[in-house]
């Protein structure tokens, strides 16, 4: 991929080389803001059109279907066990797929509109949100 042979480049790894590229935060760091955009498009357009709703505005507006417009709207956020996505009481303004591994989403009534506890199990490329939006 181009965008990987990018990244290779600015870390100065050499291309002929090992195909790993470890990419934590210290590396990440050393991208150009554009290059990390890249590579996160890269990550996240595959996900982004799996979702009927993604690809229903897209194709109904056809600019949508310009990575551009996506890269302003897309982020990374590594969200560590117990953390909360949805405030209770607060407007979502954000929807989540899991890249990798798993996770559980837990509801319960005294944070959440539901009579009993909800527990979930989510699998990676899986999209979470909040139902009103």
Not at 32 to 37: E, G, I, N, W
Not at 48 to 68: E, H, K, V, Y
Not at 78 to 89: P, Q, T
Request: one cysteine or more; a negative charge; glycine letters at 8%.
């Amino acid at each position: 991929h181009r965008v990987m042979q990018r990244v290779r480049q600015q870390l100065g790894e050499d291309l002929e080389g090992n195909n790993k590229t470890n990419f934590d935060g210290p590396h990440l760091g050393m991208l150009s803001a554009k290059l990390r955009h890249d590579l996160l498009w890269e990550i996240c357009a595959p996900h982004l059109r799996s979702s009927f709703i993604l690809r229903t505005l897209a194709s109904l507006q056809a600019n949508l279907s310009s990575p551009g417009v996506w890269r302003k709207a897309i982020s990374h956020t590594v969200v560590e066990a117990g953390s909360v996505l949805f405030d209770a009481e607060t407007v979502a303004d954000k929807v989540y797929v899991l890249l990798i591994g798993s996770m559980k989403y837990t509801q319960d009534p005294g944070m959440s509109d539901v009579q009993a506890d909800i527990e979930m199990g989510i699998e990676a490329g899986t999209w979470i949100s909040e139902l009103a939006l």
